[in-house]
């Protein structure tokens, strides 16, 4: 069973900086699309931000220009750079790949575990 596991969480104040990732127990044969969600206390799961397979990136308007998704294949790796952290970004924060492990395998979503981000004096 593949894993993807999350670190980087933790407190910050308002205006700083945190960098989350995503790694996965084994190298994926390929991936079509990894992202990142939130959800906030009494609040839906929302997408933050989207990777494409062609490097292309999508960023939800309330983080847009603030956070970065990057890719790092050799590492199996998946990040999010968070810059000029508010408090509105309070929220558990889950990473997801779409992807084979195998060549012949179907794609598959794969989800991390979640991690806290607590944006606060």
């Known amino acids: 069973q593949v894993q993807l596991v999350e670190t980087g969480g933790g407190l910050v104040q308002p205006g700083g900086s945190l960098t989350l990732s995503c790694t996965a127990s084994t190298t994926f044969f390929n991936i079509g699309q990894s992202g990142w969600y939130r959800q906030a206390p009494g609040e839906q799961r929302e997408l933050v931000a989207t990777?494409?397979?062609?490097?292309?990136?999508n960023y939800a308007d309330p983080v847009k220009g603030r956070f970065t998704i990057a890719r790092d294949n050799a590492k199996n790796t998946l990040s999010l750079q968070m810059n000029n952290l508010k408090p509105e970004d309070t929220a558990v924060y889950y990473c997801?790949?779409?992807?084979?492990?195998?060549?012949?395998?179907?794609?598959?979503?794969?989800w991390g575990q979640g991690t806290q981000v607590t944006v606060s004096l």
């Open positions: 990777l494409t397979e062609s490097g292309d990136t």
């Open positions: 997801n790949v779409l992807g084979r492990v195998f060549r012949l395998s179907p794609p598959y979503d794969y």
